[in-house]
């Protein structure tokens, strides 16, 4: 057990390490992550000099990191559809575009979450 315990920092550095990888490997092989990540820095920049209250910028920043998380996973996704089926098959496609749809859904999600903050004081 205290092997274990004494092994927690070691492997949440290797854990992270792998994780800014991945990030890394997504920035530089996927436009959307690249588009979403400029996006990410206007709405900081935006945001800076709006009197909201801090939580409400914290909540709208949280919400839209919901769009480039679900994009990794659905990058993810793709990939291993490409990499099972190489060729068009219909349950791979149908399987991109599920995936596809739950980006939507986490962009309709920060609009929602965009316009409760601008309306709700």
Known sequence: MLKTIKNIPRRAVS????????LAMAFRKEES???ETIALILLVAILAPIPWPIW???????????I?????????????CDLVSPQYNDKIKAAKDK???????????A???LAALIVCP
Do not use: F, H, Q, W
């Not at 409400?56 to 919901?66: E, F, N």
């Not at 480039?68 to 291993?80: G, H, K, M, V, W």
């Open 33 to 35: 992550i690249r588009l």
């Open 99 to 109: 995936g596809s749809a739950a980006v939507l859904m986490a962009i309709i999600v």
């Open 15 to 22: 854990a992270m390490g792998y994780s800014l990888a991945g």
């Open 56 to 66: 409400k910028k914290i909540a709208l920043i949280s919400i839209y990191l919901l």
């Open 111 to 113: 609009i929602i979450a």
């Open 68 to 80: 480039p998380l679900t994009e990794l996973l659905n990058s993810a996704l793709e990939d291993i």
